[in-house]
């Protein structure tokens, strides 16, 4: 890209307010440079604005400075990457007119490797312990098993997030709604600094610039689209990390869903989401099954195994076909395991071996230990 380009990009970040759907539908129509031009000379209005925004957006244009936020930027350790670059990750086009004008960036990796196997991981700024717990625990699991963990950065389940996935020594990414240089909140300026050396701060806002609420909005839609998928593990019915999914369903990527109690307000809007076309998810085999590649399935789901698993078939058949209570002799247990006698008679010898059995006189009864064993097996009533 040629420094002229750049340097328009760069400019439109100070008038067009992340993802304005107008002004990129202008971009795509008449081209970074043309659409600076009209603003620089200040004529009329392109299409789908009044005379009044028209005038706030030369206004704008006019008290943009490009080189100087390139070189505060710079000076900062942040690049600017624009659509076209090599590092831009392809997956933000989906985003259409909505599509960022450029991101700025604070890390050494790049952004598009990255961006190639990450998922987002979100949720509610007031969360609960378990909220966090389950929110570290994810994400932790996920770096260990080479995703990229995408979050905002905010306070409570963002939080962490990054820090479970810093923790594990892995790659976290914090998408923020204000310039890079600039953290916020300010109570998380050591957390973002340590994933700016470890990981990637990036946003579309040029340095200096203070996050809004509608910009925390729109700031969720570049998490969704940069993502393979959204994990909501937290979430009341207005939550943001809500827009977040959302979106993400629209883009056609997966979204999933930590339940959570059914009392609990912090999970009524994810457990919303469940009753629509989310998925429910409960630990990191079951993100990376729904996200994977093909073959990156999750373990088999079972119960925990009990000694009695661990018997050879004939020998199960033996075992249940002894009484709950009271004894009963070789030829009674063969018929109800439905095997020949000398066989059950040499299957109750090796369980009285294992303790499961025990003879009285000509019959046999089970020990304290296989009836434990068996109520195990049977699951409670």
């Given at each position: 890209?040629?420094?002229?380009?750049?340097?328009?990009?760069?400019?439109?970040?100070?008038?067009?307010?992340?993802?304005?759907?107008?002004?990129?539908?202008?971009?795509?129509?008449?081209?970074?440079?043309?659409?600076?031009?009209?603003?620089?000379?200040?004529?009329?209005?392109?299409?789908?604005?009044?005379?009044?925004?028209?005038?706030?957006?030369?206004?704008?244009?006019?008290?943009?400075?490009?080189?100087?936020?390139?070189?505060?930027?710079?000076?900062?350790?942040?690049?600017?990457?624009?659509?076209?670059?090599?590092?831009?990750?392809?997956?933000?086009?989906?985003?259409?007119?909505?599509?960022?004008?450029?991101?700025?960036?604070?890390?050494?990796?790049?952004?598009?490797?990255?961006?190639?196997?990450?998922?987002?991981?979100?949720?509610?700024?007031?969360?609960?312990?378990?909220?966090?717990?389950?929110?570290?625990?994810?994400?932790?699991?996920?770096?260990?098993?080479?995703?990229?963990?995408?979050?905002?950065?905010?306070?409570?389940?963002?939080?962490?997030?990054?820090?479970?996935?810093?923790?594990?020594?892995?790659?976290?990414?914090?998408?923020?709604?204000?310039?890079?240089?600039?953290?916020?909140?300010?109570?998380?300026?050591?957390?973002?600094?340590?994933?700016?050396?470890?990981?990637?701060?990036?946003?579309?806002?040029?340095?200096?610039?203070?996050?809004?609420?509608?910009?925390?909005?729109?700031?969720?839609?570049?998490?969704a689209a940069l993502t393979?998928?959204?994990?909501?593990?937290?979430?009341?019915?207005?939550?943001?990390?809500?827009?977040?999914?959302?979106?993400?369903?629209?883009?056609?990527?997966?979204?999933m869903g930590v339940p959570?109690?059914?009392?609990?307000?912090?999970?009524?809007?994810?457990?919303?989401?469940?009753?629509?076309?989310?998925?429910?998810?409960?630990?990191?085999?079951?993100?990376?099954?729904?996200?994977?590649?093909?073959?990156?399935?999750?373990?088999?789901r079972r119960g925990p195994?009990?000694?009695?698993?661990?018997?050879?078939?004939?020998?199960?058949?033996?075992?249940?076909?002894?009484?709950?209570?009271?004894?009963?002799?070789?030829?009674?247990?063969?018929?109800?395991?439905?095997?020949?006698?000398?066989?059950?008679?040499?299957?109750?010898?090796?369980?009285?071996?294992?303790?499961?059995?025990?003879?009285?006189?000509?019959?046999?009864?089970?020990?304290?230990?296989?009836?434990?064993?068996?109520?195990?097996?049977?699951?409670?009533?």
């Amino acid at each position: 890209m040629t420094d002229e380009k750049l340097l328009a990009r760069i400019l439109l970040t100070r008038v067009i307010e992340p993802g304005d759907e107008v002004g990129g539908r202008w971009v795509r129509e008449f081209g970074v440079g043309g659409v600076v031009r009209r603003l620089q000379e200040g004529g009329a209005a392109l299409p789908g604005v009044s005379g009044k925004r028209w005038a706030g957006l030369v206004a704008r244009a006019e008290a943009a400075r490009p080189r100087q936020d390139l070189a505060a930027a710079r000076d900062a350790g942040v690049r600017f990457v624009a659509p076209g670059d090599a590092e831009w990750p392809a997956q933000l086009d989906d985003l259409g007119d909505a599509r960022p004008l450029g991101l700025w960036v604070r890390g050494r990796p790049s952004l598009r490797m990255w961006a190639l196997k990450s998922v987002a991981v979100v949720g509610a700024r007031a969360c609960t312990e378990y909220g966090a717990h389950m929110a570290a625990t994810l994400a932790a699991g996920l770096a260990e098993q080479g995703w990229v963990v995408v979050s905002g950065g905010a306070y409570g389940v963002d939080g962490a997030a990054h820090r479970g996935a810093l923790g594990a020594g892995g790659a976290t990414v914090a998408v923020l709604a204000c310039g890079v240089d600039r953290p916020y909140p300010r109570g998380h300026t050591q957390l973002i600094g340590r994933i700016a050396e470890q990981g990637l701060v990036l946003g579309e806002l040029p340095p200096g610039e203070h996050p809004t609420p509608s910009r925390f909005i729109l700031r969720n839609r570049v998490i969704a689209a940069l993502t393979r998928g959204t994990v909501v593990v937290e979430a009341a019915h207005r939550s943001g990390s809500l827009v977040t999914a959302r979106a993400a369903q629209r883009l056609g990527r997966h979204t999933m869903g930590v339940p959570g109690p059914a009392t609990s307000a912090l999970s009524a809007g994810v457990h919303d989401l469940l009753r629509g076309e989310a998925v429910l998810v409960s630990d990191v085999a079951d993100v990376v099954e729904l996200v994977g590649d093909i073959g990156e399935l999750g373990p088999d789901r079972r119960g925990p195994v009990l000694p009695r698993d661990l018997l050879e078939p004939v020998a199960r058949q033996v075992l249940d076909a002894l009484p709950g209570r009271g004894t009963a002799g070789p030829g009674e247990i063969a018929r109800a395991a439905q095997t020949a006698p000398d066989d059950a008679l040499a299957r109750l010898y090796e369980l009285r071996a294992l303790g499961y059995v025990e003879r009285h006189g000509d019959g046999w009864k089970l020990t304290r230990q296989a009836v434990m064993s068996v109520r195990d097996a049977r699951g409670p009533c």
